[in-house]
């Protein structure tokens, strides 16, 4: 039996709960379940268990003949052969004939001309909640004539055994191209559900003259455009919630000869640390029908504790795109103005923002640098320096270069500026500085997209090489100046040195990189 016959027959052996079953129906059923519990403000509190991240090193793609060539295996991109797949797959199907389940059919892309349509089977009523909140939801129309490209099924409840099913672990994220099928079991980590659907989409992307790319997007009153480039941590989602710009998306888009589209239809926020001050449009869209997981409530009153991480620091809330007021309907705009690249960096040591060369642009693309965060990933306990080529390797089935070099085009087409902004740490490294002050943070990001910035005056950085702005409004001029905000400047020089050569060690696995691209880097 194909891949279609084989749902159809667990459908017909064990039909689900019920299909696009409503946000409200769904929480109570997850209530009943005890699947979560309700907070003070009618969100849904979960707990996903031991997995409270991505679990990278369990994600498999099969090796199959129609992909084989095109894929960019390695650490990432692990192959795992179709027999295991097979096996695992017709587990899955076997374990939910045993079970009560719910399906969601809907979409991935806010283009209709590029709009993938998609069927996910979940074991537990609270993660189709979250699908329903994070994808793209069907007219009533588009809900009887759907026919999904794409199924993800997931099963949190079904293990593998690695000795006999040769996963990594208990855990696995298994993505079929060839059948256009993802099974997913033993983690119930929402985040697995979505970032799955988004490698699909960059591998299909690409062939179809889309360049996929994770970050967020925003634009202004006049119709100007922003993208922000950036790993879990760095602050794509709290920059691009701009009361004064309209929210596009949060995490994931497409670049076509059109312009921007959203992926999704929602967004899912880090909220550790969540204040009403410092981010009223997240805290806002904490209500109900948003699912919030690991976030540690108040027995008797339950309000969230978003300062306690002693679950994760990794604290997520999911909610439609809509529950931002001025979220953007449909999601899709015109070409980007600014371009901006996020990075944390923990050693303290890059310009808080910097103007980058179009050449400086495609070093920093191809890098990817940033620290990554406690709680993102499981095993991730500290900050720890990482290098994620085009800021979303992890989800890249295919080479870098592929992404890169349609970035690169876009900017050049649409004469796009691009800015590198640290969000990490400033006066010292993690530990001994302060991460940096977050008014300061929107302050600059304002500058780059009024175009105060295009008519300041820079100061070339002498280890990186990176043009920081002399002065910013809103922002004290030491703070734009890492070294001048360190006591100890001889710690400083050493450990911006340091991480220089960390970005040089990296950046030759870029064999083919153009020479001016290659010495847009950190200086010898």
């Given at each position: 039996?194909?891949t ?6 667990l ?15 769904l ?5 009943a379940?005890q ?30 003949p129609?992909i ?29 004939e ?6 969601f ?5 806010a283009?209709d001309k590029y ?33 999904p490209?794409?199924?993800?099924i997931?099963t949190?409840?079904?293990t ?16 079929s ?5 993802i ?7 929402a985040?697995?559900m979505?970032k ?16 996929p790319?994770?970050?967020?997007a925003?634009v ?6 922003a993208l922000f480039?950036?790993l ?17 998306g ?17 967004c899912?926020?880090?909220c ?35 300062k ?6 990794n ?19 015109g070409?980007?103005?600014v ?5 944390a960096?923990a050693?303290?040591?890059l ?20 620290s990554?965060?406690?709680?993102t ?17 992890p989800f890249?089935?295919?080479?870098p270069?592929?992404?890169?070099e ?6 050049d087409e649409?004469?796009s ?33 009024n ?8 100061q070339?950085?002498?280890?990186f ?21 360190w ?7 050493k ?7 960390s970005f ?5 696995r ?5 020479a ?9």
């Open positions: 039996m194909g279609n016959s084989n749902i159809d027959h459908f017909t052996v064990k039909a689900p709960v019920g299909r696009n079953i409503p946000v409200s129906k929480v109570e059923i997850a209530l379940r699947e979560g519990v309700l907070t003070n403000n009618g969100a849904l509190c979960c707990s996903t268990g031991n997995y409270t991240g991505r679990s990278p090193k369990d994600r498999f793609i099969v090796d199959e129609s084989k060539g095109q894929i960019a295996w390695g650490k990432v991109n692990k192959p795992i052969s179709p027999e295991t797949f097979d096996k695992l797959y017709r587990r899955a199907l076997d374990y939910l045993t079970k009560d389940y719910f399906v059919d809907g979409f991935a892309g283009d709009s993938l349509p998609i069927r996910v089977i979940n074991e537990y009523a609270w993660h189709n909640i979250f699908v329903q909140q994070l994808f793209i939801r069907p007219t009533e129309k588009q809900l009887e004539n759907h026919q490209e794409f199924t993800l997931c949190p409840g079904l593998a055994d690695p000795q006999t099913d040769g996963t990594n672990s208990e855990a696995y994220v298994i993505l191209l060839e059948k256009k099928v099974i997913i079991g033993g983690t119930e980590y985040g697995e979505k799955s659907i988004f490698s699909a989409l960059n591998y299909l992307m690409p062939f179809r003259e889309v360049l790319m994770h970050c967020s925003n202004g009153a006049n119709q100007d455009v480039f950036g879990s941590g760095t602050g794509k989602t709290t920059l691009s919630a701009d009361p004064e710009r309209r929210l596009i949060d995490d994931e888009h497409g670049w076509s000869e059109s312009g921007i589209f959203n992926f999704e239809g929602g899912y926020a880090k550790i640390d969540l204040s009403q001050e410092k981010e009223p449009q997240i805290w806002n869209a904490i209500r109900f029908g948003t699912v919030i997981e690991n976030v540690v409530l108040n027995p008797d009153s339950r309000l969230p504790d978003y306690d991480s002693s679950l994760t620091e604290t997520r809330a999911g909610y439609p795109v809509t529950y931002i007021d001025n979220a953007l309907i449909p999601s899709q705009a070409h980007p103005r371009v901006v690249f996020l990075t960096d050693f303290g040591v310009p808080p923002i910097s103007k980058l060369t179009k050449e400086q642009a495609m070093y920093h693309f191809l890098s990817g640098y940033t990554k965060l406690a709680g990933e499981r095993g991730i306990t500290e900050p720890q320096v990482t290098f994620s080529t085009c800021f979303g390797e890249l089935p295919l080479s270069a592929v992404y890169a349609m970035l690169g085009k876009r900017i649409h004469n500026t691009v800015y590198l902004v640290n969000t990490g740490w400033s006066g010292g490294p993690y530990g001994v500085g302060k991460r940096l002050n977050l008014t300061y943070t929107r302050a600059m990001i304002t500058a780059a997209l175009g105060e910035l295009e008519k300041a005056a820079y070339p950085d002498p280890v090489g990176l043009m920081i702005p002399e002065a910013v409004n809103g922002v004290p001029v030491e703070v734009l100046t890492p070294r001048n905000t006591a100890d400047t001889e710690a400083y020089d450990t911006a040195n340091t991480l220089a050569e040089r060690q990296n950046f030759k870029f064999e083919d990189v153009s001016d691209i290659r010495s847009a880097g950190p200086k010898n």
